[in-house]
């Protein structure tokens, strides 16, 4: 019998074995985001959590040079600057080229406080529609049938801008007594590309004034939570995720807004499919007051008038980049009660480096039982409250999950400090809170 025929099989048997030994961490490696970043002087480590045996045979090169194996010591970002890494295995299979970006350690003095939030959204946002009845009793929606949608923001009447409800509804009732049609430009929700309606107002003898079938609002309030305050630029960040409009749920396009300082006067529990809230009132003596620049996934941010006060924590603390965080332990800093800042045990159960479209970086789970007793878990008002693993901001809550209120997702600390402007990109960032029960007026 020949030798070789009888090796054969022993042959594809050892292949297919390691083929299948080798199946999880080649998926695991070639899951690797395409981008990350350490600091300065933390190790370049990539952290699969696979048993060794089974990744020791995937080698890294950075810039070209043989760096480390996985298992092995993994080497130190010794400065800033950009990194090309080349995995392979058995050292000459490509399987996955990435960039590690280094950048400095960044220092942040975490949150906790509790926040009043206004903005003032671009032009008036459409929050509803109406038919309007005329004369002779019959109804009519001029905005509609000119293809208005829910959503879409208000910008110009006749040329000129408009910028409050109140304006709006006088621009046409005023325009409407002409009887000649109104252009009105909006931005689509969709799109925001701007478009034009022509539309012509209509007596409504409700409301006793011309109409064209619209419900507009131009701003919303809520209360939140600080997440971290950079004292070299003096910029903050807060509540980690985007603003929306209550009765949209679009993004609102920022046309200016303020911060302030806000105290919490009770809480209203969470429970399966009912989130709770807590309860505050804006209150200028809390020694918090800023402007709102940016509103984004990951949160809002801008710059404090001075530095806030903070009862719990004045020392600043590392940001930690997204490979640093660690499934398990961590803390939040929230205030459930006046304007007193507390820590409350939770766990990292999940970090998810791909979710930054989306702002959510991590899934936390509540664990502290004084915490739980008070709140059922994750409510509205404590989104923004700082995650802190290590000595190090890792993150803030964001979201939580209706059915667990034990549960929800977290913000990365990283993907917030890039938005804020408080890392420099040299080497390269819903559900609402609590809004307020403003007025809705009909135009």
Same mark, same amino acid.
């Given at each position: 019998?020949?030798?070789?025929?009888?090796?054969?099989?022993?042959?594809?048997?050892?292949?297919?074995?390691?083929?299948?030994?080798?199946?999880?961490?080649?998926?695991?490696?070639?899951?690797?985001?395409?981008?990350?970043?350490?600091?300065?002087?933390?190790?370049?480590?990539?952290?699969?959590?696979?048993?060794?045996?089974?990744?020791?045979?995937?080698?890294?090169?950075?810039?070209?040079?043989?760096?480390?194996?996985?298992?092995?010591?993994?080497?130190?970002?010794?400065?800033?600057?950009?990194?090309?890494?080349?995995?392979?295995?058995?050292?000459?299979?490509?399987?996955?080229?990435?960039?590690?970006?280094?950048?400095?350690?960044?220092?942040?003095?975490?949150?906790?406080?509790?926040?009043?939030?206004?903005?003032?959204?671009?032009?008036?946002?459409?929050?509803?529609?109406?038919?309007?009845?005329?004369?002779?009793?019959?109804?009519?929606?001029?905005?509609?049938?000119?293809?208005?949608?829910?959503?879409?923001?208000?910008?110009?009447?006749?040329?000129?801008?408009?910028?409050?409800?109140?304006?709006?509804?006088?621009?046409?009732?005023?325009?409407?007594?002409?009887?000649?049609?109104?252009?009105?430009?909006?931005?689509?929700?969709?799109?925001?590309?701007?478009?034009?309606?022509?539309?012509?107002?209509?007596?409504?003898?409700?409301?006793?004034?011309?109409?064209?079938?619209?419900?507009?609002?131009?701003?919303?309030?809520?209360?939140?939570?600080?997440?971290?305050?950079?004292?070299?630029?003096?910029?903050?960040?807060?509540?980690?995720?985007?603003?929306?409009?209550?009765?949209?749920?679009?993004?609102?396009?920022?046309?200016?807004?303020?911060?302030?300082?806000?105290?919490?006067?009770?809480?209203?529990?969470?429970?399966?499919?009912?989130?709770?809230?807590?309860?505050?009132?804006?209150?200028?003596?809390?020694?918090?007051?800023?402007?709102?620049?940016?509103?984004?996934?990951?949160?809002?941010?801008?710059?404090?008038?001075?530095?806030?006060?903070?009862?719990?924590?004045?020392?600043?603390?590392?940001?930690?980049?997204?490979?640093?965080?660690?499934?398990?332990?961590?803390?939040?800093?929230?205030?459930?009660?006046?304007?007193?800042?507390?820590?409350?045990?939770?766990?990292?159960?999940?970090?998810?480096?791909?979710?930054?479209?989306?702002?959510?970086?991590?899934?936390?789970?509540?664990?502290?039982?004084?915490?739980?007793?008070?709140?059922?878990? %994750?409510?509205?008002?404590?989104?923004?409250?700082? %995650?802190?693993?290590?000595?190090?901001?890792?993150?803030?809550?964001?979201?939580?999950?209706?059915?667990?209120?034990?549960?929800?997702?977290?913000?990365?600390?990283?993907?917030?400090?890039?938005?804020?402007?408080?890392?420099?990109?040299?080497?390269?960032?819903?559900?609402?809170?609590?809004?307020?029960?403003?007025? %809705?007026?009909?135009?």
């Amino acid at each position: 019998m020949d030798y070789r025929k009888q090796k054969l099989p022993a042959v594809l048997l050892v292949v297919i074995f390691l083929g299948l030994c080798l199946q999880l961490p080649f998926q695991v490696v070639q899951n690797l985001p395409p981008q990350q970043r350490v600091a300065v002087g933390e190790k370049i480590d990539f952290q699969l959590n696979l048993p060794k045996i089974f990744t020791d045979q995937f080698e890294f090169k950075i810039d070209g040079v043989p760096a480390f194996y996985l298992g092995q010591a993994a080497p130190v970002a010794a400065k800033p600057g950009e990194l090309k890494v080349q995995v392979k295995l058995f050292g000459f299979i490509p399987v996955r080229e990435m960039m590690v970006s280094v950048v400095p350690e960044i220092k942040v003095i975490p949150g906790g406080q509790a926040i009043g939030v206004m903005m003032n959204s671009e032009g008036v946002m459409v929050v509803g529609r109406s038919s309007i009845i005329d004369g002779q009793g019959k109804r009519h929606n001029p905005a509609a049938e000119a293809g208005v949608k829910l959503g879409d923001i208000l910008i110009k009447i006749n040329g000129v801008k408009v910028e409050t409800e109140g304006q709006v509804r006088d621009q046409i009732n005023n325009l409407g007594k002409t009887g000649k049609p109104l252009v009105l430009i909006l931005k689509s929700k969709n799109t925001q590309k701007p478009y034009n309606a022509t539309i012509t107002p209509i007596f409504c003898n409700e409301t006793k004034r011309y109409r064209v079938g619209l419900f507009v609002r131009d701003s919303t309030a809520g209360v939140g939570t600080m997440t971290f305050y950079h004292p070299e630029t003096r910029s903050y960040g807060a509540l980690g995720h985007i603003i929306t409009d209550v009765d949209t749920c679009q993004p609102i396009n920022l046309n200016g807004g303020k911060v302030v300082g806000a105290t919490i006067e009770g809480i209203r529990m969470g429970k399966k499919g009912q989130p709770g809230e807590k309860l505050g009132v804006f209150s200028a003596e809390e020694g918090i007051s800023g402007n709102i620049i940016k509103n984004t996934n990951c949160g809002i941010f801008g710059i404090l008038d001075q530095e806030p006060k903070n009862n719990y924590s004045k020392r600043a603390i590392p940001v930690a980049m997204t490979a640093e965080i660690q499934e398990g332990p961590a803390e939040i800093y929230t205030v459930l009660n006046n304007n007193r800042i507390e820590k409350f045990s939770i766990e990292v159960q999940q970090v998810i480096p791909n979710g930054k479209a989306e702002g959510k970086g991590m899934i936390i789970k509540i664990t502290d039982p004084r915490l739980l007793a008070k709140t059922g878990g %994750i409510i509205q008002g404590m989104s923004g409250s700082p %995650i802190v693993q290590d000595n190090k901001l890792i993150g803030a809550v964001t979201h939580v999950f209706v059915n667990d209120p034990a549960r929800g997702y977290g913000v990365l600390a990283e993907w917030m400090l890039y938005n804020s402007g408080a890392i420099s990109k040299h080497v390269s960032i819903r559900k609402n809170e609590k809004n307020d029960e403003r007025s %809705i007026i009909a135009c």
